[in-house]
Each structure stands twice: as structure tokens, then as C-alpha cells.
């Protein structure tokens, strides 16, 4: 096996360990979108797990991570990049470690659109980090959002366009990021305000962040109308489903949906 097939084995393995909203739709596109997608998500994942580390400090998560925002904005130099993870590396996951890996195997053509999103995300990142994560306005959470999901529909319609020209809208994009986002801080609610974070405004009620989640997953819904390629409209549809059911599920008072629930929602979608 050629060193360039086993990076490519390695990041769907890696994939399928830390995403359990986007491996499935991944796996589902044609080969070279496959790799391209895969590596793209697994970028932004190494950034979020610095982001979202519960033993790192604060401070050390604003160096590393603007750290790594000056590294992917030039040549992006792995060694220096291992360097500056070598004190905590024991503590840090694979995916994170293995940023210069997913960089590799992105293509030539998009890979600097990818660097760049994921730069800004990084940046971002480490503002909200520096700010202890305390979301106090709805133009907070817009800017959270923005950052941790927003950027990946950027991305991605970055991506669809470098790959066959489709044009889609970058506002709805953030739209679909920022529902996706909004679902697991509905999700997540109880559990963040265990550990002392919160992403919901002051003032809000759980009913204004399910109005705040439903509105930008509407956007989601707009965003699909400008995408005809088959396997990127199957690759947006299931997580957008995914979400709306878990909406249904946590109004119902429901935790989540069930594996069932799942397999027939990525069934429906790959038969319609």
C-alpha cells in the first residue's frame, strides 16, 4: 500500500472514532469529494479538540491555538507545528496531532481554502477561550456559532464549488453550521453548566434557543435548493435530518434519538 492510500485508510478510521454526525454522509460521497471532505473535517476536528480539551488551561489553549492560526496561514510546517505540541502530546488526541497528516492528503486544488477556513476557526477559537467561553447576547452566540460550525459550511461550499462548480449560498451555510451547533448546545445544556460554561444568552429560555436552532435549520433548508449534485445534496441531507429529528427527540424530552432512529434516517435519505 502506498504511503499516500494508508494517510487516506488512516483518516477515515480516524474519521469514524471522533465524528458521529459526518462519517456516515462522508463515506457515502464519490471517492475523490470522499478524501477531500474527510480531510477538510478532520482539520477543523484537530482544532476543536485543542478548543474543547477539559485538562488544558485556558492559556495554553489561546497559545497553541493562535499558534497554529500563523502556521496553516503560510506553507504549513509540521515540524514546527509537532514542536509546539511536544509538552502536551501525551494529553492531546491523534486526530490533533496529526494535522500536517490531513493537510497531506487534501487536494492541491482546495487545500489552501481549507487552510484558511480552518485558520480562522483557530483564531476564533482562541478569542472565545480568552472570553471563558461566557456567551451573554444573541450576538454572542451568533459569533460562537459562527467559529466552531459556521466556518465549516463555509468550507464546504468551498469545496463543492472547487469540485464541480456548484454555488451555494455562504450566509445559509453559516445558517446550517450554526443549527447543527445550536442542536448540541441544546443537547449539551445540563452537562455544560455542570462544568461552569454557557452558550445561552442571558434572558433566554430553553424555548428561545429551540426558536434560535429552528430558525437557522430553516436556513439549512434554503441552502439544499441551490445543490443538485446527488451526492453532495445525500452528504447535507443527513445531518440536517439527523438534527431536526434530535430537535423532535429533545422537545419529546427525549436525551437523543435512538440508533434506529439513525439507521432508517441515512436509509430514507440514500433510497429517496
Known amino acids: ?5 494508508k494517510l487516506e485508510k488512516d483518516a477515515m478510521h480516524i474519521l469514524k472514532l471522533t465524528s458521529r454526525t459526518f462519517y456516515i454522509p462522508i463515506t457515502l460521497l464519490k471517492p475523490e469529494l470522499k478524501k477531500t ?20 488551561d485556558n492559556g495554553i489553549k489561546q497559545r497553541l491555538l493562535r499558534s497554529t492560526k500563523v502556521l496553516l496561514q503560510s506553507e504549513f510546517d509540521n515540524d514546527a507545528y509537532r514542536e509546539l ?3 502536551y502530546e501525551e494529553l492531546l488526541p491523534e486526530v490533533t496531532r ?19 477556513s480552518t485558520s480562522i476557526m483557530a483564531g476564533g477559537m482562541a478569542d472565545w477561550a480568552e472570553k471563558d467561553w461566557n456567551v451573554k447576547t444573541k450576538e454572542d452566540l451568533d ?4 467559529y466552531v460550525a459556521g466556518l465549516v459550511g463555509v468550507m464546504l461550499s468551498d469545496i463543492w464549488e472547487w469540485y464541480d462548480g456548484t454555488k451555494t449560498d ?19 445544556q445540563d452537562e455544560d453548566s455542570e462544568r461552569g460554561v454557557n452558550f445561552v444568552p442571558e434572558g ?8 434560535y436552532t429552528e430558525k437557522n435549520l430553516a436556513k439549512a433548508d434554503e441552502y439544499m435548493k441551490d445543490i443538485n449534485t446527488r451526492t453532495i445534496k445525500v452528504f447535507c441531507r443527513i445531518p440536517l435530518a439527523l438534527a431536526k429529528r ?27
Open 170 to 188: 455562504r450566509d445559509l451555510a453559516i445558517g446550517y453550521g450554526r443549527g447543527l451547533q445550536a442542536v448540541n448546545i441544546l443537547r449539551n
Open 37 to 56: 471532505v474527510g480531510s477538510a473535517y478532520l482539520c477543523m476536528r484537530a482544532i476543536d479538540e485543542i478548543e474543547d480539551h477539559e485538562e488544558l
Open 85 to 87: 505540541l511536544k509538552p
Open 1 to 5: 500500500m502506498s504511503e499516500a492510500k
Open 204 to 211: 433566554w429560555v430553553r424555548d428561545d434557543m429551540f426558536r
Open 98 to 116: 496529526r494535522l500536517g497528516d490531513w493537510l497531506e492528503i487534501c487536494p492541491e486544488g482546495i487545500v489552501g481554502k481549507v487552510k484558511e
Open 143 to 146: 459569533d460562537y456559532t459562527y
Open 246 to 272: 434530535t430537535v423532535k427527540a429533545l422537545k419529546e424530552g427525549r436525551e437523543k434519538i435512538s440508533r434506529n432512529e439513525v439507521e432508517t434516517i441515512v436509509e430514507d435519505i440514500k433510497e429517496d
